[in-house]
């Protein structure tokens, strides 16, 4: 069963357009980890942010800010007056006690100038 | 430079040859881990290693094998591979604390079989 549901597969947005993509997770453990990657075109991933299943404050840095819900399952992320150098493909992740990962199937945002 | 390099980048085999994928990493950490990125599925991890001469089943392990003799390298054996195994392969590799840490990916494996 997937545990981890990233719904949007594409986006696209015009430059300066605030985005949100969608992460829902399943899990029944209580002690759970969220992560958030970045892979550009050039296909490196790159960490965005790591988010504990105890600390539901949602974390803003610079144009990204991250919503975290465990009433909903949800860890959405959202990127505030896009630009073109967020166009990207962004995985969330799901990570279970014994540090095995979940990866969703991703979200290709394309940031339109 | 800390970083996890993965050797070869690209690689175009067939049905059945046996290859092995290196993965390196100098940052001294303890978890390294494998991943195969297809379209339309995301990454899906293979095995991980917590420590030296300790490895575990991820989620799509079959037709694949893995050793953790040294801390620094995490090789991914398959002994015979088939065309479903086409795919882009990333190692990783992290702390191993109490908590997961931000895992450093290497650049990539692109795997042709036919």
């Known amino acids: 069963a997937q545990k981890v549901t990233q719904a949007q597969t594409e986006i696209s947005v015009v430059e300066k357009e605030d985005v949100t993509l969608d992460c829902v997770y399943e899990?029944?453990?209580?002690?759970?980890?969220l992560f958030w990657y970045k892979q550009p075109p050039s296909g490196e991933l790159v960490f965005l942010i790591r988010?504990?299943?105890?600390?539901?404050q949602n974390e803003i840095s610079g144009r990204y800010s991250w919503n975290f819900q465990k009433s909903t399952s949800s860890f959405n992320f959202t990127i505030t007056a896009s630009q073109v150098v967020d166009s990207a493909v962004y995985f969330c992740?799901?990570?279970?006690?014994?540090?095995?990962?979940?990866f969703g199937t991703g979200t290709s945002l394309t940031v339109i100038p | 430079e800390a970083q996890v390099t993965q050797n070869p980048r690209y690689l175009i085999t067939v049905t059945g040859k046996k290859l092995t994928v290196t993965c390196s990493q100098n940052?001294?950490?303890?978890?390294m881990s494998w991943y195969r990125q297809d379209p339309g599925l995301g990454l899906r991890q293979i095995y991980y290693?917590?420590?030296?001469?300790?490895?575990d089943k991820g989620d799509v392990p079959e037709g694949y094998k893995v050793s953790r003799k040294e801390k620094r390298n995490f090789p991914l054996i398959l002994e015979s591979p088939s065309p479903n195994q086409t795919s882009l392969y990333f190692c990783?590799?992290?702390?191993?604390?109490?908590?997961?840490?931000?895992?450093?990916f290497g650049p990539g494996t692109r795997l042709t079989v036919t």
């Open positions: 990783a590799s992290s702390w191993n604390r109490e908590i997961p840490y931000e895992q450093y």
């Open positions: 899990t029944r453990d209580t002690t759970y980890y």
């Open positions: 988010r504990n299943s105890f600390d539901e």
């Open positions: 992740a799901l990570i279970l006690t014994g540090n095995q990962f979940y």
């Open positions: 940052m001294n950490h303890e978890y």
């Open positions: 290693s917590m420590n030296v001469e300790v490895t």
